[in-house]
């Protein structure tokens, strides 16, 4: 019988302490004024009659603002407007949690984006940067932002 009263007590208290967990991390979310968010959906329709869903969601606070966009894997693209007085677009995103990774003596390696973590040594796949388009020259800790100008974080595999 008092196996079965200590296996009662563990389990309640286990269930506390994952209900004040849950309660911490909502909060602390709460007031993080940087992750703000709102999404925009506008869909988007072609000569050929079919449709596509584009969304993007807001980000961020402040005077500075350029879109962030990332492929994943399966090359599904999210995007977000942000908004910063970061000055790099390393410092922006790292605001707002969208990116981190391991700083060097060379600067910023990021791993994640949007949540997802790339091991370059165990799969050979990395988040390659992108400015408008085209393979950047310099890491995001590095890039001045302009107003504007879309950047992005491709999921890239080395042959």
Known sequence: ??????????????????MLMFAVSTLTACGNKDNTKK?????????????????STDIGEGKTKFTFSTTDKDGNVKTWNVSTDEKTVGDALLKVKLVSGDKSSTGLMITTVNGTKLDYNKDKAFWGFYID???????????????????????????
């Open 1 to 18: 019988m008092k196996t079965n009263q200590r296996l009662m007590k563990l389990v309640s208290l286990f269930s506390l302490v994952i």
């Open 133 to 159: 388009g085209k393979m950047a020259s310099d890491g995001a800790d590095s890039t001045d932002i302009e107003n504007g100008k879309t950047y992005s974080f491709n999921y890239t595999k080395a042959n």
């Open 39 to 55: 999404e925009t959906k506008t869909e988007t329709v072609s000569k050929d009659g079919s449709k596509s869903d584009n969304s």
